[in-house]
């Protein structure tokens, strides 16, 4: 087995999967979440980081998704576009 443990690069998945075909791909949530902070305003990461924190401390995926960063709990001002771009890749990583 081979996992591959990436920072989000187009190409790199699928290269690695011409190589090794049952490649199992993950994407490294620091990367993303790192990402999400460009879409916010720097007033605000110290806000979204410990929004986040439960995010990558969850037990499962489950809890993940039911934290208030992937909910409507949060205001849309500390609750970046950034977010919305982890929901659909969270089974990537």
Same mark, same amino acid.
């Given at each position: 087995?081979?996992?591959?443990?990436?920072?989000?690069?187009?190409?790199?998945?699928?290269?690695? %999967?011409?190589?090794?075909?049952?490649? !199992?791909?993950?994407?490294? !949530?620091?990367?993303?979440? $790192?990402? %999400?902070?460009?879409?916010? &305003?720097? $007033?605000?990461?110290?806000? !979204?980081?410990?929004?986040?924190? @439960?995010?990558?401390?969850?037990? %499962?995926?489950?809890?993940?998704?039911?934290? @208030?960063?992937?909910?409507?709990?949060?205001? @849309?001002?500390?609750? @970046? $576009?950034?977010?919305?771009?982890?929901?659909?890749?969270? &089974?990537?990583?």
């Amino acid at each position: 087995m081979c996992l591959l443990v990436c920072d989000g690069l187009k190409g790199l998945p699928g290269a690695v %999967s011409t190589v090794w075909e049952k490649t !199992i791909v993950q994407t490294c !949530i620091v990367h993303l979440l $790192r990402n %999400s902070f460009k879409y916010a &305003s720097k $007033r605000d990461w110290a806000q !979204i980081a410990k929004d986040l924190k @439960p995010v990558y401390t969850a037990a %499962s995926e489950a809890e993940a998704l039911a934290t @208030p960063a992937f909910t409507a709990e949060l205001p @849309p001002r500390t609750r @970046p $576009r950034g977010v919305a771009m982890l929901r659909p890749r969270a &089974s990537d990583v």
